[in-house]
C-alpha cells in the first residue's frame, strides 16, 4: 500500500511542479511586458531630449495630429501660365513647372486638361502629347466634330515619374494636308486652357532632426506657394525677444522671395506644423516643457505624435544670447549639422553702404545682365516665334532721372541669320510698354559665308550690338525688361518649305544697364515706394537706420505684423535685416535721426495721435479723424503749375464714429526730424491690423497702395494724396532750382519773358550810352 500511495502522489508532485513553473514563466512574462509599457512612456517623455537639456512635449488640445495626407490642386495659371498656351505648328510645344516639397511624396497625381484646337487639322495625324519630365505619359486624338466644343480630359500621372522638380510638356504633333504641307500654316493650331489642372495628393514623410537641411523644411526652394510659418513665443515676449524673431523674418523673407512670405504668432501655443521657438530662459513657453540652456543654442526637435513635423528652437539664457543665436542662424546656416549647436561667437561684417542691397541694380558700377538672371538659359531661346526673354530689374525707387534722356542699356544679342532679307525683328519692352525695335539682317548683309568653325574660335551667329534708353517716366522700382524676337518665314514654293526649325536667338550675358551718374533725390510720402521696394527703410539693406515702434504690450496680431513686415523687407532686398531696432511707443523719443516703422495698435495708436498735425489721418477704435485733401486740378492757380493748400476737396475736417473694420497705411515726414519718414500701419481693431499685410501681399493691391494714405476695408485698397510733400536725397543746387521751378512751365515762361525784357532794356541801355559818347565826341 505504501508503494502504491507513493506512485500515486507521482504524478500529482509532477503537475503541482508545472504549475508552478507556468506560474513563474506568466510572471516574468508580464514583469517583462510591464517594464515595456514603462520604459515606452518614459522614451515618450523623453524623445525630445537634447544632449540632456531639452525635454520637449505639448498639451493634449494642441498634439491633434494632422492628416497624413494633403490634397493640392494647381491651376495652370497658378503654375505660371497667366494666359492659355498657345501651340503653333506641325511641333509646337509648351511647358509648366512644378515641384515637390523634401518632406513629401507623391501619392497621387492627375492632369485635368481643358484644350480647344483648329477644325482644320486632319484626324488621322493629328494629336496631343502630354510628357512628364520627358515621359509621354498621354496621347489624345483631335477629332473633327470636337474640335468647335474643345475637349476635357483627365489623365492619371505615374508617381514614380515625380521628383523633386518636374516638368509638364504638352506638344501639338498637327497636320492638315497629306501632301506638302506649310508647316507654320496658321490652321496649326491647339489652345489650353489656363484654367487646366493638375490635383497632387502628397503624404509627409520624416525628414532626419538635423541643422544640415536647414531652411528646409521651415522653407523649402521646392515649394512655390506662399511661405506661412509660425513663430512660437512665451506668454509675454519682450522687445529684444521680438527684435531676434525679426530678423529670422527678414531672412526667410528675402529666402521667400517672389513667393512672398506670411508668419503668424503663437503665445504659450504649439502649433501642429513646423515653427520657429523663439525664447530666453526667463520667457519659455509653459505649453512646452523646455529645459533653460547654458548658452545661445540652435537645436531642432519632433512632434511627439508626428515626428514628420519639426520645430526649430533659437534659445538663450538672456536677451544677448538670443540674439547671438538668431544672428548665427541667418549668417551661419551653411556650417550647421546635427540636431543640436551651441553658439560661441559670430563675426559681424561692417555696416553696409546705402543703396547695395543684392536684389537692386547698383548705382556705382555698369551691371551685366547675367547678374540679374538665375541661369543664362533664360537669355536664351528658339524657333520663328520664341517665348519673351524677361530679365527682372529693380532699381532704388528714390532714383532721379528727370534731367536725363533715360537710362542706357548696352544691348548685345545673336541669331540664325534670316536666310533672306525680311521683317525679323527684335522689340524691346520693360513692363510690358514698347521702347524700341531693331531689325535682324540676313546671312547676305552680315556677310557670313558656309563654313565649319570651332564654336570656341569663332560664333557663325549674327551679333549685333546697340543702345536703348529707357524713358525716365516708364522706369518704377521694380522693373521687368521684355525682349521678343520674331522670325520671317521664307517659303520659295509648293512642297519648298523647310519643316525644321533651328532658329536660335539668345541675349547676350554681357550687355549691360548702366545707372552710374544718376543721383537720389526724391518727393515724400509715397506709400508706393514702401509697398514695391520697402523703402526708406530698405535703403539700407540691412535696416540700419531703421526702428520698429511697437505698443508697450503687442498682442498676437500685433506681432504677426511685425513679422510679416520684417519679410517684406527681406525679399525687398535679399538680406535679412540685423541692425534695425526695436523701441517701446513709450520709448519713441529715443528713436532719433532714423526712419520709423509704427505698428499702430495699443499703446502705439495714442502716439499717432499725438502726432496728430503730421498725420494725414486718424483711426482710434470707432473713431476717425480725416484730413482735407488737397486738390490739385482746380483753379486758375494750377495754370501756373502752383499747387495751394487751401485748395481743398473738403471745406475742413472731419469726425465721425462707426463700427466697420478699417485699416490705412500712412506716410508722413517724423515729427522728431525733418526729412526722415514715418509709416504707419493703423487700425479700428486688432484683426483689422492683419488686412494692412494682406494688402502687401496682394499683386493687384499693392499697386494700388500710394500717395500718403492708402485705406484698406471690404477687400479693396483706396489711396489718396492729402498733405504737401518734403524731399530726400542730395542733388547739386542748380539743378534743385531748375527741377523745382520745372514743375510751374507758364510761370517760368513769365518769368523767362521777364528776364528777356530786363536783359533787353539793359542792353538797350547800354547802347544808348555808348552811342551818345560816340556822338559827343
Known sequence: MQIADKKCEFPLLLSTRRIRQNRTRLQKMYKNKLKKFISRIISLSLIFALSGEFALSASKQE?????????????????????????????????????????ETITRARLKLGFNYSPALLQELSHLKVLVNEEVIAVFPLPKDKASSGEIREVDIDPRLITDFNRIRLQLIGHYTLECEDPLHSSLWASVSNQSQLELTTRMITLPTDLALLPAPFFDRRDSRRLELPFVFGARPSMETLRASGVIASWLGAQASYRGARFSANFDRLPVQHAIVVATN?????????EKVQGPTLAVVSNIDNPAIKYLLVLGRDSDDLKLAADALVLGQATLSGQT????????????????????????????????????????????????????????????????????????????PPAAIDESTLSVSINNQFIQAFRLFGSQQTGEKSRFSLPLIHDTMATSSDEVRIPAFQVGSDNQLQFQFAFGYAKDGKCRADALDLTRAAIDPDSTIDLTGFPHYTAMPNLAYFANSGYPFTKYADLAETVVIMPDTPVVQDVEVFLSTLGHLGRSTGLPGMRFKINKASEVNESGNTDLLVIGSGSANKILS??????????????????????????LANWFGIDKPDLKLFAGEGNLSTDGPLAAWLGFQSPLKSGRSVIALTANNSDALLSGIDALQDGEKISKIQGDVAFIRNNSVESFRTSEPYYVGSLPWWMVIWYHLSRYPILLSIMGLIAGLILAAWLFSTLQSIAAKRLGK
Not at 526667463?282 to 523646455?290: K, N
Open 610 to 635: 499725438g502726432w496728430s498735425q503730421a498725420l494725414p489721418n486718424i483711426i482710434d477704435g470707432s473713431k476717425r479723424l480725416f484730413k482735407p485733401m488737397i486738390q490739385n486740378d482746380l483753379g
Open 341 to 416: 549647436a551651441t553658439i560661441n561667437s559670430v563675426k559681424y561684417e561692417e555696416r553696409r553702404a546705402a543703396y547695395d542691397a543684392p536684389n537692386w541694380i547698383s548705382t556705382s558700377r555698369a551691371v551685366r545682365f547675367a547678374e540679374l538672371v538665375s541661369n543664362q538659359n533664360e537669355l536664351q531661346v528658339s524657333g520663328h516665334l520664341p517665348d519673351t526673354i524677361k530679365v527682372g530689374a529693380r532699381l532704388a525707387p528714390d532714383l532721379f532721372t528727370w534731367p536725363t534722356r533715360g537710362v542706357p542699356i548696352n544691348l548685345r544679342y545673336r541669331y540664325t
Open 282 to 290: 526667463d520667457e519659455l513657453p509653459q505649453s512646452l516643457h523646455l
Open 63 to 103: 498634439l491633434s495630429s494632422p492628416p497624413l495626407l494633403r490634397q493640392e490642386t494647381l491651376s495652370f495659371k497658378q503654375m505660371g501660365a497667366y494666359s492659355p498656351l498657345k501651340l503653333r505648328g506641325v511641333d509646337g510645344s509648351q511647358s509648366l513647372p512644378f515641384s515637390v516639397r523634401l518632406d
